[in-house]
């Protein structure tokens, strides 16, 4: 129990090298592409909830937003996996880092805005002032509104790191705490075990949720501006 909680947050490295890199090609590897005319079971369902996933996303966009398709099933595909393959022993989890969340969400929201003031100026510039404003809170309200708009990406980067820091973090105290009661309080060691497992089928479900939100956020800014 003296081991630091945050040990497992620390970038890995090799002769002082960062290997994060490598880690975030790693979930390339789980998604191959089909050679054979006839796909297999495993490739065939990969295929299937692609397709699902990419409906659900792209029903409430019209032709502009839907040439976002690729990016944004590479991008929930990423997410889901890499926060998965953090659940297994002794791996790192690129996620819990705010400055890799910052680095996906940073980009795709400046193009999505970006991309809103060009096709839709007037629009996405009257979002900067809601209709039916009284004059005197005219100043008031375009600030409020643009703080807002700079927020969207923190929001996004925050809101993946720390619900993944916090699932991690809770699973190392309470499989710390099994492995103490084992020696201390046997009968109930049991208990804690069961805990354990079901946090770990918890996290199981918020690494897919987790990763489905933030693609879902971003497809609605993208909605926004298109």
Request: aromatic residues 8%; positive net charge; glycine residues 4%.
């Amino acid at each position: 129990m003296n081991e630091n909680l945050f040990a497992s947050f620390t970038t890995p490295t090799i002769v002082e090298i960062p290997i994060v890199i490598i880690i975030m090609m790693i979930p390339s590897i789980l998604f191959p592409s089909p050679a054979r005319l006839i796909n297999n079971r495993l490739t065939s369902l990969q295929q299937w909830l692609i397709q699902l996933v990419l409906k659900q996303l792209m029903t409430i966009h019209n032709a502009k937003g839907r040439t976002w398709s690729l990016m944004l099933v590479s991008l929930i595909l990423f997410i889901a996996s890499t926060n998965l393959l953090g659940l297994l022993p002794y791996s790192f989890t690129p996620t819990t880092q705010l400055s890799m969340n910052l680095g996906m969400a940073i980009p795709l929201w400046a193009a999505a805005v970006i991309k809103g003031l060009r096709h839709k100026t007037k629009a996405s510039l009257a979002h900067f002032l809601p209709q039916g404003t009284p004059i005197p809170l005219i100043p008031v309200m375009v600030i409020i509104e643009t703080i807002s708009l700079f927020i969207q990406p923190m929001a996004l980067a925050v809101r993946l790191t720390a619900n993944i820091t916090a699932g991690h973090l809770l699973m190392h105290l309470i499989g710390g705490a099994t492995l103490e009661l084992i020696s201390i309080f046997p009968s109930t060691a049991p208990v804690t075990l069961i805990i354990l497992i079901l946090l770990m089928i918890l996290e199981f479900a918020v690494a897919l949720i987790q990763a489905y939100v933030f693609t879902l956020l971003v497809s609605l800014y993208l909605q926004d501006n298109t």
